[in-house]
């Protein structure tokens, strides 16, 4: 083993996060303290550690000698004064400002001169938590995520006045430890926080609207887009008292910014206690620690299938041609529909309503389909109505496209379909992070990828759906919703014609 960078680290605040950042640091060698200000909490911890390495133990993943070594390496601090002989102390209290300042004032008179500082805020000013210190460039933000052990990055954060060499050393001590550093400037959220603003908050600006349900949403974004976990699925998972004051922190910090926009919906749960998993409920109700799910709308039955005519303006309308001949469809080629045809659109953006209106169809037989993402690399379609959309028809363009046994949602109208909203936000937001340098498009990927478990990064996202989709996307966002949160960002505007790839990544 070779030797830590940091020999002797302090942990101050021994919850989830704190536990988890002394495990990695015991077992990639360094001496750890531990210490927290309610009584007995640091000795828990430390017991929780010792019996995680002896279950590890037990399952063969380390040996006897191996588990021993690290538990030897963990220790107590009764009080902030054991901390004084460490190279590392990292804070990992409660996330309130008043209470970081008030902590690092103290050590700052404890430890030595060349001692690093490192606080694991998410969401706070790392130059404010620092502004009282008389050494504030020893000191930066060190963000792990929930579990440490086996959330694989963690944020480097400089404050103003931070020294990059006291980055350089937190970076290096993180591969040590087995993490990928990426490192950020101090903006409200840095990179993952700030970059998973589009995620949560669009979705639940789609469930506000009425246009579907949350499982509903969970399922299109999974089965549709490849996201591991829902949106909320993930705020149950993650927990409203968590999540919700990030949500709102942001969007103060920078000022009211329209895309970063809380929901009321989180605010009331939050209020109402329905957290999430933790408490056995949130946006599911968990029996075992299980969800329960509402089960999906039966494919209908239906006796006779109209004839389908297909929009010229429609989006992939070759591979939606294909589509429907392999469904076996009884397809219309005229200029217009007959009185009797399902009549198909696939918009970027707009409503169906809209569509149907400028192109002077008739909204009552009119259903749209969300062809962002080419058909074979999905698990699920996404229908539309309009609020004039006949039951029939709806009926039948769900059976239509449910015939080879793909998983079908019919959503209401709605501007943008859920994933083409969801995804187009992402990819705004992420392309704003890199107008603002706040980091590198490359550590962007990097962060997003291994901090919210997105299937891709959202510049490779973008690249995917294509730029100029995104862009049509969001312009059109823009004008159904008449609402500056859908802005393009410059970034994405100068890179729609070349792509977002890394290979452009400028300097």
Known sequence: MQTPFYQTVGIVGTGAMGRGI?????????????????????????????????????????????????????HIADRLADLSDCDLVIEAIVERLDSKKALFDELEAIVRVQTVLASNTSSLSVTAIAAGLKHPNRFAGYHFFNPVPLMKVVEVIAGLKTDAETCHGLSEYARQIGHTPVQAQDTPGFIVNHAGRGYGTEALRIVSEGIADFATIDRILRDQAGFRLGPFELMDLTALDVSHPVMESIYHQYYQEDRYRPSVIT????????????????????????AQVPAEMPVPEVTEMPPVWVSPKAARRSELLQLLKNLGAHIETGLSPSPQALTLVAPLGFDITTVAVVERL???????????????????????????????????????????????SVIRDS???????????????????????????????????????????????????????????LFNLQTVYGDQRYRPSPWLRRRGAIGLSLMHEES
């Open 362 to 408: 008739d909204p009552a037989r009119t259903v749209g389909i969300d062809m962002l993402i080419d058909d074979a690399a999905t698990k699920r379609r996404v229908l539309a109505t309009n609020p004039a959309t006949r039951i029939d028809m709806r009926d039948a363009a769900h059976a239509l496209f449910a015939r080879d046994g793909k998983a079908v």
């Open 267 to 290: 605010a009331q749960r939050l209020a109402g206690g329905l957290l999430g998993r933790k408490t056995g409920e949130g946006f599911y109700r968990y029996e075992g620690g299980t």
């Open 415 to 473: 501007g943008g379909f859920v994933t083409q909203r969801v995804v187009a936000t992402i990819v705004n937001i992420a392309s704003d992070i890199c107008q603002q340098g706040i980091c590198t498009p490359k550590d962007l990927e990097t962060a997003v990828t291994l901090g919210l478990g997105y299937p891709m990064g959202p510049l490779a996202m973008g690249d995917r759906y294509g730029p100029t989709n995104i862009l049509e996307v």
């Open 22 to 74: 002394a495990q990695i640091a015991a077992q990639a060698g360094s001496t750890v303290k531990l210490m927290d200000a309610q009584a007995g909490a640091a000795q828990k911890a430390r017991e929780a550690l010792c019996t995680q390495w002896d279950r590890m133990h037990e399952k063969g993943r380390i040996g006897a000698d191996i588990a021993q070594a690290h538990k030897a390496r963990v």
